[in-house]
Structures are given as C-alpha cells and as structure tokens.
C-alpha cells in the first residue's frame, strides 16, 4: 500500500504540474475559457475577474503539483488536491450531461478532452486523490523544512515568470494551430478518408384526427397513411462528430473586395496581419508604430491587413480617432483570438506559412527591418530568443544547485 500510495502521489502531481504549466503560459486563452464558462452559466458579471482566476487557477494546480511530485509541504498540498478533486469532480459531471463548452480546456491547447473523458478522469483522479489525503501523514520527506520552503518559494517565482511573461508578450510555447511555422491552409485541409459527421433524421408527423404530434425515423414514418397523418416538421440529431480541421471558419473578408482569403494565403510575397478581436478592446498605443510598419510594407509590395470581429461602425469611430493607413476585414472572433493572445497582434505570412507573430509589446521598429529579408530578420530574431531561454534555464538550474549546497553546507556547520 505505500508502494501505491506514494506512486499515486507522483502520478497525482504530474497531472496536476501539467495541467497547471500548459495554463500558466497561456493566461489569457484560459481567460477566454472562464469566460465562455461563466457566459454558459449566467454568470457573465464575473467576466472581468477571468483573467484573475486564470493566473490563480494555474499558479495553485502547478504548486500543488510541485509539493505533491516533489513530497515536500505535502499535508497542504493533499489537501489542496482533494478539495480540487471535490468541486472539480461533480462540476465535469454536470458539464458532461449539459455540455455547454464542448472542451473543459483542462489542458489548455496542448490537447483537448470532451466532457466525458474529462469526467471520466477526473474519476480517477478523484480516487487517487482521496488515497493521497488519506495517507498524507505517513508520507515522509527528504527535504528539511528550510529545504521545503526554498523549493515550494523557488516555484512560485517559477511559475509566476511563467504567467508574467507569457501575459505581457506571447505563450512561450504554442500549441494552437496558428504557431510559427504552421501552413494555416494545410490546417484547413480535410482528409480525403476522414470520419463525416453522423446525423439522424426525426420527422415529426401530425394525426389528422386527433391532432396528436409523433416522432418517427427514416425507417417508420408513416409516408403512405395521407388519410390519419400529414408532415409537421423535421430536425436532425447528430449521433458521433466527424473529423474537424484543425483551422477552421477561417475567412477573410476584405469590405471593398469581398473573400479574398485564397489570394492571402496563396501570395507568393509576404503578407502582414494585425489581429483584433475586438477594436474597441485593442492597446491604442500600437497604432502609430503599425503605421509606418503598414507604409514600409506596403512601399514594398507587401499586403497589410488588419483583421477583427468588429462591426464596420466600430472601425469608422476607430478611424476616426487614430487615422489607420491599412484596411481592416472581417473574420471569426474565435479563429482571431486563437490565432494570437495580444490585442493588437501581428502576424507575418509567406504563402500561408507563418513566419513570425509578436504581440503589441513586441511589434518590431520600421529602422529594424530595413534593408533586411523579412524572413532573415524572423529566423534571427527566433534564434536569440532561443539563446536567452536556454541562458535562463542553465542559470535558474546553477543558481537551484547553488542554494541547495548552501543548505546543505549550512545544516552539516550547524551539527
């Protein structure tokens, strides 16, 4: 049994790091995801709190985590799992049968689970759970308590980087279809073999004599008896979903030129996107620099749109406060919000292919990309940025080795 419970704890706390690690770098997609929760309960007033649970919610499951894979303050922390397995457990069953999210975003984009196989987890983890609290005063750790405190502190700077840096410029790591290097047309590609939508037809049939309304199927209905039954009405029911691209009511509609969504993300030459999902909600102090980055590509040759969700009125009243110098089309809201988690974004395409996004933190200068292949700047650019990563990383491991051998120089001078 200690054998079991100590490899449920482990289990249990990878779950936990995972789930919580996928939603702290993307703070605002689970912003988004509290939303269409809190909208599908009626509950749209605590909309302006999301973004607060979102960095709450990631920064308790990753600490728990932690505390649970590591066994350090393990008494907090199997509370903590219990009383998430407890509000979490009923909640997917709920959701399950109602379904009113079709992805509970538990793991964020890194992969999705319907609500039943969400429930269904959560089953299990439930029981795990409930074995680790039960036990949680015979788990025995290695660590001191200064040694507990310094890794359980060590992760909340962590994780809370993490969130920070991920919120104010871009998720560090993109599991969305719109990452750099995707082909979104290759995204919007069906399978020639792929699974179709299954659907039952119900026809509603109406008795003449009675005026009694009756369902039937394709197989039953009574299409010969005109005498006691005439057609009322018809619906469908879908029975199993098909296979769904994984970019999907992705159009691009210019307001002069209509759908011009195939000449974009076939140009040979680059195309620059900004993304708004929603005007009115966008940082205005990133307009005057996408000026003048939409008159050097345009001097080039270069297309430059922008894209919202916002009604033609509200690009008018915008314009007429900040004078634009590039048009902006209309597209889905979700596709847009999927697409970057910055209001304003900016993407940079080459035939569909996305060679680059930054958010409006990190939108580049016009004296940055002069003189230089818009690509060679992208490849240079993401390859310094990977060097300061592993920078980072190297120096958080040294200065983690360093506190631990001063801990344990100081507990060995202290006997």
């Keep these: 049994m200690k054998f079991i419970a100590n490899l449920f704890r482990i289990l249990l706390g990878l779950v936990f790091i995972g789930s919580g690690f996928v939603k702290g770098i993307d703070p605002l997609g689970s912003e988004y995801k509290f939303i269409e929760y809190f909208n599908a309960f009626g509950l749209g007033g605590l909309n302006a709190s999301a973004l607060f649970f979102s960095f709450l919610l990631s920064g308790l499951e990753f600490l728990i985590g932690i505390c649970l894979f590591l066994n350090i303050k393990i008494k907090g922390a199997a509370w903590g799992a219990w ?33 039943w196989q969400t429930f269904w987890k959560n089953v299990f983890l439930f029981f795990m759970a409930y074995l680790v609290f039960y036990r949680r005063k015979q788990f025995k750790s290695i660590y001191n308590f200064l040694e ?90 879908l029975l199993q979903k098909g296979y769904q691209a994984p970019i999907h009511d992705f159009v691009i509609e210019h307001p002069q030129w209509g759908d011009i969504t195939e000449e974009v993300l076939q140009d040979d030459n680059y195309t620059f996107l900004v993304v708004s999902y929603r005007i009115d909600k966008l940082v205005p102090e990133a307009l005057e620099q996408l000026n003048q980055l939409a008159y050097y590509a345009q001097a080039r040759g270069y297309r430059f749109y ?83 990563y592993i920078l980072y990383s190297l120096g958080l491991l040294f200065l983690l080795l360093l506190t631990f051998y001063t801990l344990k120089k100081y507990k060995r001078g202290g006997k």
């Excluded at 959701?95 to 538990?106: E, F, K, S, Y």
């Excluded at 919120?167 to 969305?176: A, C, E, S």
């Design 148 to 237: 507990q405190t310094v890794l359980l502190f060590g992760s909340i700077i962590f994780i809370g980087c993490v969130e920070g840096y991920s919120y104010r410029h871009l998720p560090i790591i993109d599991f969305r279809p719109y990452a750099i290097g995707s082909n979104i047309s290759a995204g919007m590609e069906i399978p020639a073999d792929a699974p179709q939508d299954e659907y039952r037809i119900l026809l509603n049939y109406k008795n003449k004599n009675t005026g009694e309304i009756r369902e039937f199927n394709e197989q039953n209905y009574p299409w010969q008896d005109t005498v006691n039954w005439e057609f009322h009405s018809s619906e469908q029911q």
């Design 83 to 115: 009383l998430f397995m407890l509000v979490f457990t009923p909640l997917t069953l709920i959701l399950a049968i109602r379904n009113p999210v079709t992805d509970c975003g538990c793991f964020g984009d890194a992969f999705t689970l319907t609500n």
């Design 306 to 388: 922008g894209l919202t969700a916002s009604s033609a009125e509200e690009i008018r009243q915008l314009q007429s406060i900040h004078p634009l110098h590039f048009d902006f089309c209309t597209t889905d809201e979700i596709q847009l919000k999927t697409m970057i988690r910055s209001n304003p974004g900016l993407l940079l395409l080459k035939k569909g292919t996305i060679i680059d996004k930054w958010g409006h933190r990190d939108i580049p200068a016009v004296e940055d990309l002069a003189g230089k292949d818009p690509l060679a700047y992208c490849l240079t650019e993401q390859q310094n940025i990977t060097n300061r």
